[in-house]
């Protein structure tokens, strides 16, 4: 009771306090904003029916000290268990409740994977905050335009790039709870038909333990975490139509592990890397665009528990290193066939390895698996276009399809069919049907329960919506009704004889939902946002309904209040509240997980154009909660720091 009185009150406080401020891209109109997410080509909102959210600059620098996930964790319909964790946790990203795995991360326009994760998720701790400059969340099925994965949606991380002027430099230091330290610093600019970046960033912290001590004697001991991140950009314009561009994110971390919920480990720890490069070429000339691209990804992930402090009596030495690989060459373009009519299409090629090995002593023998590049490879290639057509009436028609070929299972296709109406220049309707894959992962595949027999998971989304905003774009709503369809949803299934486990495709699930966003604004002192969302679904096995969206709330809720006190203070208080989840089928408690809320507050003061002082307040009340049982998240925290950029 008393928190649903919180949820309650911060909605009644909040709303009480509509006077409304905020730079960049809060003071344009929503329906004129312009992305690239939606169709792989500069398009405004009001051009296109589909769900496009968009994180700009200022949104990140007001996040200044977060990491990536716990930025997107506030986002509607999203749920990142581990964002609030021990840094460095495993992040498992639900977004409108659809598992792991089932949202595509783009960065810089290339679909970015990991190949050694049984699931082929990216792992968003390998992309620090401070070299973010924006973000694009495009939700529901989206594999037509992005390929596989896209199933519930597609995050689009565009990376820091060149200024306009000859040479720029930014820096941030920041100090915090846990004896936690962040420091970045870059360059950038532009002569001529020469643009370069280059940035650098540091983090490490002494973190709490991962593992919750239930007893609270036990001294758990703390699991640290450091970490280093390096991105260069290099472009050059050969003419006003033809440019090229190059880039390279590489990154390793470093971070203490415990046995498992309830039980500390105090020599288990991890290594991660990921190293990231791309190409790009592009030509634009009279409502005609061509691009190229190549990348290479590279992920190494080592577990090493060596100690003589055992948390388990089955191993006494582990050792388990996990290399993947993906190479990716796409080319695609976009031109107007007439005034309202648009073509946009390409072919994608990818490329998938991983070599995996595993090594348990105990004292009931040797536990030791394998996984070769040489057999655990993928190949898929894909072509896709799609139509846009719009007319002076207000109706746009978005229709596309996909086919793509694995090496494995053959072929699946995939369409779109999008249309929207603009009632007027501040009022859109839209409605998406659309349909996506998820390809299995090389361990699903290839690894010792793997299962060459699997297809791909495929789905459809429906997609109903209102999107509007007031002539002076005070006030602007946004309110979507989803339901997506899966079949062949791949599962880990074993057998209740035997007990032999493997990958299968069993499984139907089906989910729906709703998600309002909203944002007030009044005058030049604040502006108050908000989003609330709702998830619920069921998947059907043996002919038997099952609740199955494990540690999944139905409910959530982000609101936050922007205040600009003169021109130098700037002030974010933000209340966010999590519903009740099912726990997952092998935690530990009871069956359903309390809900829970959390108060933040974010500071910054100019102390001159250039340079900025920020002081971030987390979990302010000191909650006590836990997205997963038996791991511990972050009591009240805070980080202190100064930004510059000259």
């Known amino acids: 009771m008393k928190k649903k009185f919180f949820v309650v009150a911060a909605t009644i406080i909040s709303s009480k306090m509509l006077f409304a401020q905020e730079q960049d891209s809060s003071n344009t109109k929503q329906l004129d904003e312009v992305v690239v997410t939606a169709t792989k080509s500069s398009l405004k909102q009001s051009q296109t029916g589909k769900i496009v959210t968009v994180i700009d600059r200022q949104t990140i620098r007001n996040n200044a000290g977060r990491s990536l996930s716990e930025l997107l964790n506030e986002q509607a319909g999203f749920f990142i268990n581990g964002s609030n964790n021990s840094p460095g946790t495993n992040l498992d990203l639900y977004f409108r409740g659809a598992g792991t795995g089932n949202t595509l991360v783009v960065i810089d326009g290339i679909p970015v994977f990991d190949p050694s994760q049984p699931n082929n998720s990216f792992d968003l701790n390998n992309i620090p905050l401070e070299q973010v400059e924006r973000i694009e969340i495009l939700k529901g099925g989206q594999s037509t335009?992005?390929?596989?994965?896209?199933?519930?949606?597609?995050?689009?991380?565009?990376?820091?790039?060149?200024?306009?002027?000859?040479?720029?430099?930014?820096?941030?230091?920041?100090?915090?709870?846990?004896?936690?330290?962040?420091?970045?610093?870059?360059?950038?600019?532009?002569?001529?038909?020469?643009g370069y970046s280059i940035q650098y960033n540091y983090s490490r912290s002494n973190g709490i333990?991962?593992?919750?001590?239930?007893?609270?004697?036990?001294?758990?001991?703390?699991?640290?975490?450091?970490?280093?991140?390096?991105?260069?950009?290099?472009?050059?314009?050969?003419?006003?139509?033809?440019?090229?561009?190059?880039?390279?994110?590489?990154?390793?971390?470093?971070?203490?592990?415990?046995?498992?919920?309830?039980?500390?480990?105090?020599?288990?720890?991890?290594?991660?890397?990921?190293?990231?490069?791309?190409?790009?070429?592009?030509?634009?000339?009279?409502?005609?665009?061509?691009?190229?691209?190549?990348?290479?990804?590279?992920?190494?992930?080592?577990?090493?528990?060596?100690?003589?402090?055992?948390?388990?009596?089955?191993?006494?030495?582990?050792?388990?290193?996990?290399?993947?690989?993906?190479?990716?060459?796409?080319?695609?373009?976009?031109?107007?066939?007439?005034?309202?009519?648009?073509?946009?299409?390409?072919?994608?090629?990818?490329?998938?390895?991983?070599?995996?090995?595993?090594?348990s002593i105990s004292d009931f023998g040797n536990y030791e698996s394998n996984l070769g590049k040489d057999s655990a490879k993928i190949r898929q290639f894909s072509a896709y276009a799609s139509l846009l057509a719009s007319s002076s009436c207000g109706l746009n028609l978005e229709v596309g399809g996909r086919i793509n070929h694995h090496n494995i299972y053959g072929n699946n296709e995939t369409f779109t069919l999008n249309p929207s109406f603009n009632i007027n220049e501040n009022t859109r309707l839209f409605l998406n049907i659309s349909s996506a894959y998820k390809i299995p992962?090389?361990?699903?595949?290839?690894?010792?329960?793997?299962?060459r027999d699997l297809n791909p998971e495929s789905s459809i989304t429906y997609e109903l919506g209102l999107q509007t905003q007031t002539t002076n774009s005070n006030v602007y709503m946004r309110l979507a009704l989803f339901k997506t369809d899966t079949r062949n949803l791949i599962i880990f299934y074993t057998d209740p004889v035997t007990y032999a486990g493997k990958y299968s495709n069993r499984d139907e699930q089906h989910n729906y939902g709703a998600e309002l966003e909203s944002r007030i604004r009044f005058g030049k002192a604040a502006i108050w946002k908000n989003n609330f969302s709702y998830v619920d679904g069921s998947g059907r096995e043996d002919n038997k309904k099952v609740k199955n969206l494990y540690r999944r709330p139905k409910f959530t809720l982000n609101s936050s209040l922007t205040l600009e006190i003169g021109k130098k203070l700037n002030i974010v208080p933000a209340f966010k509240f999590i519903g009740a989840r099912i726990k997952g089928p092998f935690d530990a408690g009871p069956e359903k997980q309390p809900a829970y809320y959390t108060i933040d507050c974010f500071g910054a003061y100019s102390i001159t154009e250039k340079f900025r002082l920020f002081l971030d307040l987390l979990n302010i009340t000191n909650q006590e909660y836990f997205d997963v049982p038996g791991y511990n998240s972050k009591k009240f925290n805070l980080m202190a720091g100064i930004s510059f950029k000259l």
Do not use: C
């Open 441 to 451: 992962s090389l361990y699903q595949l290839y690894g010792e329960f793997g299962n």
């Open 145 to 194: 335009v992005w390929g596989s994965d896209a199933v519930a949606g597609v995050i689009q991380i565009f990376l820091k790039r060149e200024a306009k002027k000859p040479i720029t430099a930014n820096g941030s230091l920041s100090y915090g709870s846990y004896n936690s330290l962040q420091a970045g610093a870059g360059i950038g600019g532009n002569i001529q038909k020469l």
């Open 209 to 359: 333990s991962s593992a919750h001590d239930s007893i609270g004697n036990s001294r758990f001991d703390k699991d640290g975490f450091w970490q280093n991140s390096l991105l260069a950009d290099l472009s050059y314009a050969f003419s006003e139509y033809f440019s090229a561009r190059a880039f390279g994110s590489f990154g390793q971390y470093h971070n203490g592990l415990d046995g498992g919920a309830f039980t500390d480990d105090k020599d288990y720890e991890a290594r991660n890397s990921n190293n990231l490069g791309g190409i790009t070429f592009r030509f634009h000339k009279k409502g005609f665009s061509w691009n190229l691209q190549g990348s290479l990804q590279q992920t190494d992930r080592s577990f090493l528990d060596d100690s003589t402090d055992i948390s388990s009596p089955y191993s006494k030495y582990s050792y388990g290193k996990f290399l993947g690989n993906s190479s990716t060459i796409e080319t695609f373009g976009s031109g107007k066939i007439s005034k309202n009519l648009q073509l946009v299409g390409g072919i994608q090629y990818i490329q998938q390895t991983t070599t995996q090995s595993y090594l």
